[in-house]
């Protein structure tokens, strides 16, 4: 069955640095990766998805994401944090673009001014 | 454009008592998705249709809970009747899925969130 991890809880991080958030996933074949970010009582909203062909995804909001089949990780970047990017951030796998999408745990962000 | 509708935002009621929540999701799309959200569980698919039809409820709890979607531009989740363990935020998501390949097998596979219904059952 395909699952999705997400090591870290909560991370804290100064405005301006990097960040990059883990996610591994189970899964027999190449899944449909997705990167989530939830703010505070809203919906999800779709940063970047990962289906085939460059390992290296560019999303919405200069956040970016790699693919690596060998470690079956889909960690998401940020070269430069801004206080707005504080909010719940949940990676995704799907068997295909259209199949049940299962969410990983979620990690929460806080960006320290 | 208008996104995902919810409605209620907000629900406070009984137990026992019957709840439903209402979905319009985007106009064009034509999967539908009910997810339920809590600190312990984290996010579960309940349900999802495509062009309609229930294509996967191995994530509803029991049979104290049920969907339809008895057209493109609407969807219900009742749940019948309600448990404290029931609180939750519900979300409704929809998305473009060309699983026939008819429209060219272009699948966006970006789910469009609603804002939630949060249900609290006391």
């Known amino acids: 069955a395909q699952s999705v991890t997400q090591p870290d809880i909560h991370i804290t991080v100064s405005e301006g640095a990097s960040l990059e958030l883990r996610c591994n996933y189970s899964?027999?074949?190449?899944?449909?990766l997705f990167w989530y970010v939830q703010s505070p009582g809203q919906g999800l909203q779709l940063l970047l998805k990962y289906f085939s062909g460059d390992t290296l995804v560019q999303g919405i909001k200069g956040f970016e994401a790699e693919f690596k089949r060998s470690q079956s990780s889909f960690n998401l970047r940020k070269p430069s944090v801004h206080w707005s990017d504080a909010a719940e951030y949940f990676c995704?796998?799907?068997?295909?673009?259209?199949?049940?999408?299962?969410f990983g745990p979620g990690t929460s962000l806080s960006v320290i001014p | 454009d208008a996104g995902v509708i919810q409605s209620p935002r907000h629900e406070v009621t009984e137990m026992g008592q019957e709840v439903t929540l209402r979905c319009k999701p985007i106009s064009g799309h034509n999967s539908l998705f009910w997810y339920r959200q809590t600190m312990m569980r984290g996010l579960e698919l309940l349900i999802y249709f495509n062009n309609n039809v229930p294509i996967d409820d191995s994530g509803m709890p029991e049979d104290r809970f049920s969907a339809k979607m008895p057209n493109a531009s609407f969807s219900t989740l009742k749940i019948q009747p309600s448990e404290p363990r029931d609180s939750a935020v519900y979300f409704c998501?929809?998305?473009?899925?060309?699983?026939?390949?008819?429209?060219?097998?272009?699948?966006?596979?970006?789910?469009?969130f609603g804002e939630g219904s949060r249900l609290t059952v006391l």
């Open positions: 899964y027999g074949a190449t899944p449909y």
């Open positions: 995704a796998v799907g068997r295909t673009s259209y199949d049940k999408v299962i």
């Open positions: 998501a929809s998305s473009i899925d060309d699983i026939l390949g008819l429209a060219g097998g272009q699948n966006t596979g970006e789910l469009f």
